[in-house]
């Protein structure tokens, strides 16, 4: 279980990263404000995903006890 919650967080902070310099990338263009807003709003919510998995991988190492 370890082992698949320290893959999923990888998985999920590159994401997130991904999401944030397509998002970035699309801003920066100027063409469509709208899908830039839809990438940010996903990156938020990929963040707060990232940040449970990162919680949940921290509870179960210390009740494993490493």
């Known amino acids: 279980m370890q082992g698949f919650l320290y893959h999923l967080t990888t998985v999920a902070v590159v994401a997130v990263f ?3 310099c ?3 990338w699309t801003m920066s263009r100027g063409t469509t404000p709208n899908l ?3 990438l940010m709003r996903w990156r938020v919510g990929l963040q707060f995903a990232a940040i449970v ?3 949940l991988f921290t509870y179960i190492a210390r009740q494993q006890g490493g």
Do not use: D, W
């Open 36 to 38: 830039s807003q839809k």
């Open 18 to 20: 991904l999401v944030l």
């Open 53 to 55: 998995i990162i919680m």
């Open 22 to 24: 397509l998002g970035l």
